[in-house]
């Protein structure tokens, strides 16, 4: 079964880092892109952006490029989402996703994790 | 890069059919068969309805049902049932830049 597990919920203060995590399983986490989503409150969608585990290939929607970073541990099947210095406005929930992509195309989103709460308030 | 737009609330009886829309540009939805629909219940993770504009995963009701029409896709619920009250987000791949994704607005769907 594949299973995208999160790490539990932050509350942060602005001007702090954070790094939250998502666990893949029951599947070669090396073969397909993992991506983050993020979800304000109240609000839709957002996609942030991606990483291929496999060779640690990273891309970023361009509303978030420079605002967060993406990176991936292939041998322990973690992928990353990190704030060096959060702002309020940084609060949602996060989402992390196993997402298709070949040949610079992204199909679907076929599996989730729980998501991650992040408040960031001083 | 702009949200693929849904509108905000579609309602139905128990029984009826519904269909959300999810306009998009030819650099989207109207470029690629690669939309794809999410249900969101309140609190949950999205859950893939639907993908490649009318594929359903395994263990997806046949109520759901997915088209593209030019540069707009649509979901059709038929016989509407109270667990399908939710909110439901389309997505694309956009030709705006490699490996870039981008999701709808999100349609409110509520059971009469």
Request: charged share 15%; proline share 4%; aromatic share 12%.
């Amino acid at each position: 079964e594949v299973q995208l597990v999160q790490s539990g919920a932050e509350v942060k203060k602005p001007g702090e880092s954070l790094k939250i995590s998502c666990k893949g399983s029951g599947y070669s986490f090396t073969s397909y892109w993992i991506g983050w989503v993020r979800q304000m409150p109240g609000k839709g969608l957002e996609w942030m952006g991606i990483i291929y585990p496999g060779d640690s290939d990273t891309r970023y929607s361009p509303s978030f490029q420079g605002q967060v970073t993406i990176s991936a541990d292939k041998s322990i099947s973690t992928a990353y989402l990190q704030w060096s210095s959060l702002k309020a406005s940084d609060t949602a929930m996060y989402y992390c996703a196993r997402q298709y992509c070949t040949n610079g195309v992204c199909y679907t989103v076929d599996y989730w994790g729980q998501g991650t709460l992040v408040t960031v308030s001083s | 890069q702009s949200a693929l737009t849904q509108p905000a609330s579609v309602s139905g009886s128990p029984g009826q059919s519904i269909t959300i829309s999810c306009t998009g540009t030819s650099s989207d939805v109207g470029g690629y068969n690669y939309v794809s629909w999410y249900q969101q219940h309140p609190g949950k993770a999205p859950k893939l309805m639907i993908y490649d504009v009318s594929n359903r995963p395994s263990g997806v009701s046949n109520r759901f049902s997915g088209s593209k029409s030019g540069n707009t896709a649509s979901l059709t619920i038929s016989g509407l049932q109270a667990e399908d009250e939710a909110d439901y987000y389309c997505s694309s791949y956009t030709s705006s830049s490699t490996y870039n994704y981008v999701f709808g607005t999100g349609t409110k769907v509520t059971v009469l």
